[in-house]
Structure formats: structure tokens, C-alpha cells
């Protein structure tokens, strides 16, 4: 029993550590995605390529034939789509977005990058980007009409530093800006690719006069972003997507890291229970007798049962407790070490979620497999008849 115990406690405390991990690191990569690349996205015009053909030859009737859709690149109204935008309920701010090629020269050295022309003051309220300036300021940004905020990987592949002067190239001549700081967002993709330039400076650049590749937009409830695409879609007439959509590979596998830690660690419980039911099926073999005796003095056999799923749950309930009580410290103690992790977020220690919804499935799951083991040995006892025992006949 000390074993079946130990084992609950220990089987309860690693399924909520786990599932704290898992889901901490998915709470820290969605956070991350939504304050780099938004949690709408409104991108390309939507054309129908509509048809019409002759009901009949010589005939003066047409048919209609819908045919597919055609997308046009970029937004070529940002401002009357934000306006229209800005009237959905849900939607708490826009921001125009330049996205382009260019490459970045410095220190006698080439290097391809990806320049992003945002207006800041509307930016800001749709990305982490103040979050994630590491060295300089967004105000030197702000102040300098041709100030430049770069990839902290670019900076330390190029060995820039805050002030230096760099050109970028699209296609005509180079463009001087000044470093006005550094930015990391954890996602190695953006950070050695991406610069942000102003959209003024941005339109010069990359022979944008007009238009934007996209608008970035936040919402109030991010978990509302499929249901407002559609909406925006419709409204707009362009092609919206969801971060959900967009990010749908990472959180299947954040989704399948769970499932499956989850069901790794259950099988402790479960051998737990496997333990427990062979340990109360030899009480009552050993307590044959005892159990007839009962019968005897007048015990039922519901009363019998309950006697051995008493136990079981006296051993469910502190497992339970102790097990929680040590999910805690160990949640706890697991945030306190200290990791370097960078590629898909950035983070220097490992990230929990506290969620009494882990508390709960571990239980759950510890009460399903102890009363089911301890349901088989008890049913077994109560049907045991003291006559049986006596003449020696049972099994």
C-alpha cells in the first residue's frame, strides 16, 4: 500500500509539472508570435475572375460562369481599410506595414535582409516591439526620420553597434540610415532578417509610393481572431488570417507534446493501481475468514464492499493531497532554473503556467484508476458467502 501510495503521489505531481512545462512554453510561443507578427493580418486583395459567355452564337444573352480567385498583392487603401476596420467590435488597433528586400551594407560587408516600413506610434499598440528593443530607444527611432531598428542577430553577424551608419539596397541606390537600436524577439527567423524603417522612408526604398503590404491589426480577445478574419474578410474584400491559421504547425506540436506527456505520465498512476488491486486481492484471500465473520455478525455485502473501497479511497485522497502539495515545489522550483532558449521564442529560464485545470485531470485521472482497482478486489469480497468459507469451498 505504501508503494501504491508513493507511486500516486509521485504520478500526480509529475502529471501537473508537465503539463505546466508544456503549457507555459505554448502560452510564452503564442505570446511571442502575437507581439511579432500580430494576431490579424489583413494581406492581399480578392478578385473573382467572373466570366461571360454567350448563351448561344449570334445570341444577345450571356451567361455569368464564376470562375476562381485572383489575389492582388498588397493593400492599396490602408487608410480607408483601417477606418472600416476600426468600427468591428473587438478590433482595439491597426497598423500599414512595407515589407520588402533589401540588402544591408556595413562594415565593407553584404548582408540580405528583410526591411518592415511601420508608422510607430500605431505599430506599437499591434506588436511587442517596445518589449523587445534590447539596446538604444525607440525614441532615437522616432526623432530620426531615417533611424533604424536591427535584428539583434544582424548586429552581432555585422559587429554593429547603436549609432553606426548602414545603407540599404533594393534596387536603385543605396539609402543611408543610422542604428537607433537592437531588437530581439527569441524567433531567429525575424532576428536575422528583419530591420524596421519608417513607412516615409520605407516607401522611397522599396518603390512603394503608395499602398502596403499589409495591416497588422490587435484584437481585445485574441482567441476571437478566426471568427473577426472572416468578418474582416467579408467586410474589406481582402484576405484576412488568424494567427491561428497562421501558426497551425507549432501548435499541433505544442498540442502533441501535451497529449503525449500526459499519457506518459499517467502510466505511473496506472501501475500504482495495478499495485493497490493485487495488494487488495491478497487481503482478501489472506481475510477470507475475518470477512465471513462479518457476514455472520450481520454485515451486508454493499458494507463489505465498502470496507475495501475505503481503503482505496483513504489511500486516493493523500496521494492526492501529498501529490499536489509536491506539484507545487516542483512547479515552482522548475521556474527558478535558469535556460538560454532562442529559435522559436526567447526565454532565460523555464516557463510554467499555474492552472488549477492540471490539478483537477490529475485527479481525475488518480480516481479512475484506484477505484477501479479497488472496485474488482472489493466486489470479490462482498461475494463471498460464509457458508463457503466454512465448508471450505471458496475461492
Excluded at 512545462?21 to 510561443?29: D, E, P, V
Excluded at 491589426?217 to 474582416?232: H, K, M, N, S
Aim: no cysteine; proline share 4%; charged share 15%.
Amino acid at each position: 500500500m505504501l508503494m501504491s501510495l508513493a507511486g500516486i503521489v509521485f504520478g500526480v505531481a509529475f502529471f501537473v509539472v508537465t503539463q505546466a512545462q508544456t503549457a507555459g512554453f505554448q502560452s510564452h510561443f503564442i505570446k511571442t508570435i502575437l507581439g511579432v507578427n500580430g494576431m490579424l493580418r489583413i494581406e492581399d486583395r480578392i478578385q473573382s475572375t467572373r466570366r461571360t459567355l454567350p448563351a448561344a452564337p449570334d445570341s444577345t444573352f450571356a451567361v455569368n460562369i464564376e470562375g476562381g480567385v485572383r489575389y492582388i498583392p498588397g493593400v492599396e487603401y490602408p487608410s480607408a481599410i483601417q477606418e472600416a476596420v476600426a468600427q468591428v467590435p473587438g478590433v482595439t488597433a491597426s497598423s500599414p506595414v512595407i515589407r520588402g528586400n533589401a540588402v544591408l551594407l556595413a562594415n565593407f560587408r553584404e548582408y540580405d535582409s528583410k526591411p518592415y516600413g511601420i508608422d510607430l506610434a500605431s505599430f506599437v499598440a499591434v506588436s511587442d516591439l517596445e518589449t523587445q528593443v534590447v539596446d538604444g530607444s525607440l525614441k532615437a527611432f522616432a526623432d530620426n526620420p531615417y533611424g533604424v531598428i536591427v535584428g539583434l542577430r544582424i548586429a552581432r553577424r555585422l559587429g554593429l553597434a547603436v549609432g553606426d551608419s548602414i545603407l540599404l539596397q533594393n534596387s536603385g541606390a543605396p539609402t543611408r540610415f543610422r542604428i537607433a537600436a537592437f531588437f530581439e524577439t527569441g524567433i531567429d527567423q525575424v532576428d536575422r532578417e528583419r530591420v524596421y524603417v519608417h513607412l516615409a522612408a520605407s516607401r522611397s526604398l522599396l518603390n512603394r509610393p503608395v499602398g502596403a503590404s499589409f495591416i497588422q491589426i490587435a484584437l481585445a480577445d485574441p482567441a476571437r481572431a478566426p471568427e473577426l478574419a472572416d468578418r474582416i474578410q467579408q467586410l474589406t474584400g481582402h484576405g484576412t488570417m488568424a494567427w491561428q491559421e497562421r501558426e497551425k504547425t507549432w501548435l499541433q506540436v505544442f498540442s502533441v507534446l501535451r497529449i503525449s506527456s500526459a499519457l506518459t505520465i499517467s502510466t505511473i498512476i496506472l501501475i500504482s493501481g495495478l499495485g493497490m488491486f493485487n495488494t487488495l486481492v491478497m487481503i482478501v484471500v489472506d481475510k477470507t475468514r475475518e470477512i465471513a465473520i462479518l457476514r455472520s455478525m450481520g454485515y451486508t455485502r454493499s458494507d463489505i464492499g465498502v470496507i475495501f473501497m475505503l481503503q482505496g479511497g483513504i489511500i486516493l485522497v493523500i496521494g492526492i493531497l501529498l501529490g499536489w502539495v509536491l506539484a507545487a515545489a516542483g512547479t515552482y522550483s522548475l521556474s527558478r532554473i535558469p535556460i538560454r532558449i532562442r529559435g522559436i521564442f526567447a526565454s532565460d529560464h523555464f516557463i510554467v503556467t499555474w492552472d488549477v485545470a492540471h490539478y483537477l485531470w490529475a485527479a481525475l485521472i488518480a480516481a479512475f484508476v484506484v477505484l477501479i482497482a479497488s472496485y474488482l478486489p472489493a466486489r470479490r469480497a462482498a461475494r463471498l458467502e460464509p457458508g463457503d468459507v466454512i465448508r471450505g469451498s471458496s475461492t
